[in-house]
Structures are given as structure tokens and as C-alpha cells.
């Protein structure tokens, strides 16, 4: 499966934005799928994941009431509602899949990555 991640961009906070992560080929549903962040300098950090069916959603505690993670099998995207931005948020965000996968935050646990796409939020 092929990952493209899209809906980043300049913020200033207290601002919201949407990320998209659409998915190619067929069977995504069975994918757990998610994102992770990262700033240089920085190992790529948990941000939240949704379950292949969509019933089960982690959240790091940093983004916990402010982001919403979903997931539209039909149109083979996972959405990540970013509401409430702070600074701290600006990272690259990346789109990740895996097959039959648990709900986890270990990053080793999703073999496909997407390209990242930039938030920056403003002070």
C-alpha cells in the first residue's frame, strides 16, 4: 500500500487544521493505520493510530482532547482533526499503515510510511 499524506501548512495558535492520509491499493480496511511526527533533531513521536475498522483510537497524551484521528474505508483515507494548535505541534507529521496490525505507538510496528507533510504553528 501506498501512503499520501496531505492538509499541512502555516497555522498560528489556537488555529485547527485536517490531515489526510489517502491510501492506494485495495484491503486498506484491514489496515491499522495512523500518524507520527517528527522535528530535527528528534526520533519520530506517537501521535495517534485507529484500528482497521475504525472502533479503536490511541492518542498520545500531548494531543489528547485537542486532535481527532477517523478513518472513511470507503474512500481509503484516515483524517487526523488538529484543533487547539501549539507550537510544540509543529513537526512533520507522516501517514502509517500496517497490515492486520494492533493499535500501538511503537513506530517499528508499521512497516508503510508516507511522506511527510509539514505543520507549523505560529506563536
Known amino acids: 500500500v501506498q501512503l499520501q499524506a496531505s492538509g499541512g501548512g502555516l497555522v498560528q495558535a489556537g488555529g485547527s487544521l485536517r490531515l489526510s492520509c489517502a491510501a492506494s491499493?485495495?484491503?486498506?480496511?484491514?489496515?491499522?493505520s495512523g500518524w507520527f511526527r517528527q522535528t530535527p533533531g528528534k526520533e519520530r513521536e506517537f501521535v495517534s493510530t485507529?484500528?482497521?475498522?475504525?472502533?479503536?483510537?490511541i492518542y498520545a497524551d500531548s494531543v489528547k482532547g485537542r486532535f481527532t484521528i477517523s478513518r472513511d474505508n470507503a474512500k481509503n483515507t484516515v483524517y487526523l482533526r488538529m484543533n487547539s494548535l501549539k507550537p510544540e505541534d509543529t513537526a512533520v507529521y507522516y501517514c502509517?499503515?500496517?497490515?492486520?496490525?494492533?493499535?500501538?505507538?511503537?513506530?517499528?510496528?508499521?512497516?508503510?510510511w508516507g511522506r511527510g507533510t509539514q505543520v507549523t504553528v505560529s506563536s
Open positions: 502509517v499503515a500496517q497490515f492486520g496490525g494492533r493499535n500501538t505507538r511503537a513506530p517499528t510496528s508499521y512497516g508503510y
Open positions: 491499493g485495495r484491503s486498506f480496511s484491514s489496515y491499522t
Open positions: 485507529v484500528s482497521s475498522s475504525g472502533s479503536s483510537t
